[in-house]
């Protein structure tokens, strides 16, 4: 009788990669794969099938907290086809991220979680999160994607979910929202301060009540009056700036956010409490030109991953981000000046911590959740718990 034990075929071998350690070091190193998880990190590795990354970076999966889209996919469609597209991108987990009013954000969820057998089917896919209805302000959405908080509301979300809503945007100024905070941050959920003009008092006791994220910051805060020529402001912004306990996205084209911000928040932010996000949507990672984009998009025009989604019929005023998560590590690096180890960070192991998930770095008996890039960080293959779910060509 055959030994169970002796099957590999769950192996995978990937060779001579510039593998990043979580000690932050690039080295030449294989990496064995086995059961879904790192198995072991060394030299001498064998299986039965192996990839060859001479010359490559194999990196952590990279991981997106904030995406509504990419190209014509997006939340409101087939997530089997999005995360298709995200694994181009080099995404190895993604949370798709809901905006509109509570029935329709929940059908949606209940459809996903009967498409995919309760998500089980994409492992790519780390749960829901809830951009509205909670919010004191759209943003770029419109009113009647928000509510009032409610038990009967939440519970109805809760229920459409399914369990797998992990994370949840809120205003901490509407009426309920720091008991509901502290009740979902209990329950696990991350809490996120969202499209606000709360009080930097009101943004504390949503942080003591357990919200450890914040939602695109500077996108959607707004900037503090002035009330005396002689005195300089201080807004919720700087606040959130120099509260460690909580983390902060931002979406890293340099457009959204100066790129003077993004060094300012570098510099204030612990290293593990900075998150980059793309917020994208439809027409994120489509090459430069002019679509027409489904759902009452209408016209846009797209110049480059760095420039935004812009309506041409609305004097191309910006519409979303044309970023997908390859394009925020490349900016880490090439835009914002960060080594390998750091851009991996914010575009990985950060949102792992936050989310408490077995991923974001390179060690034994992490998730084996990897993406490979050439020597311009394009990326040419992405392995999600061990197996190769994209290669280019
Ligand atoms: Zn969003």
């Given at each position: 009788m055959a030994s169970r034990m002796t099957v590999k075929s769950k192996s995978l071998v990937i060779k001579n990669g510039k593998v990043l350690l979580a000690s932050g070091e690039l080295v030449e190193k294989n990496l064995l794969l086995e059961n879904g998880r790192i198995a072991k990190i060394g030299a001498a590795n064998r299986a039965a099938v192996e990839l060859d990354a001479a010359g490559a970076y194999v990196l952590p999966g990279l991981i997106d907290?904030?995406?509504?889209?990419?190209g014509y996919e997006s939340?409101?469609?087939?997530l089997k086809a999005y995360a298709e597209k995200e694994a181009a991108r080099g995404t190895t987990t993604f949370y798709p991220t809901l905006f509109g009013p509570p029935e329709v954000s929940a059908g949606h969820m209940r459809r996903h979680i009967e498409e995919t057998d309760n998500l089980r089917a994409l492992p790519q896919i780390g749960g829901f999160r809830l951009e509205s209805p909670y919010l004191g302000r759209t943003g770029a959405g419109i009113s009647t994607d928000l509510a009032p908080i409610s038990k009967a509301t939440t519970n109805m979300l809760m229920k459409a979910g399914g369990g797998k809503i992990k994370i949840w945007d809120f205003s901490p100024e509407l009426s309920g929202a720091i008991a509901t905070i502290a009740s979902l941050s209990r329950a696990g959920m991350v809490c996120s301060l969202a499209h606000t003009r709360c009080t930097i008092a009101q943004a504390r006791q949503a942080v003591e009540a357990g919200a450890r994220l914040v939602t695109?910051?500077?996108?959607?805060f707004e900037i503090p009056p002035t009330t005396d020529p002689g005195v300089y402001p201080a807004g919720l912004v700087d606040y959130l700036l120099i509260e460690d306990r909580v983390a902060c996205e931002i979406i890293p084209d340099g457009t959204h956010v100066d790129p003077l911000h993004v060094e300012k928040t570098f510099r204030c932010k612990p290293a593990d409490r900075l998150v980059f996000v793309t917020d994208s949507n439809f027409g994120a990672g489509l090459p430069s030109g002019d679509y027409v984009l489904p759902q009452g998009w209408g016209r846009v025009r797209i110049n480059g991953s760095n420039n935004g989604v812009r309506l041409i019929d609305r004097k191309?005023?910006?519409?979303?981000?044309?970023?997908t998560p390859i394009d925020g590590l490349r900016n880490a690096v090439r835009?914002?000046?960060?080594?390998m180890a750091a851009a991996s960070r914010l575009c990985s192991k950060n949102a792992a911590g936050l989310l408490g998930l077995n991923k974001g770095e390179i060690a034994a008996d992490r998730d084996a959740d990897l993406v490979i890039l050439d020597s311009n960080l394009d990326v040419l293959h992405t392995i999600v718990a061990g197996k190769v779910i994209y290669s280019r060509g």
């Open positions: 907290i904030h995406t509504h889209g990419i939340s409101n469609g087939s695109h910051l500077f996108d959607t191309m005023a910006l519409a979303g981000s044309a970023m835009l914002f000046g960060r080594d």
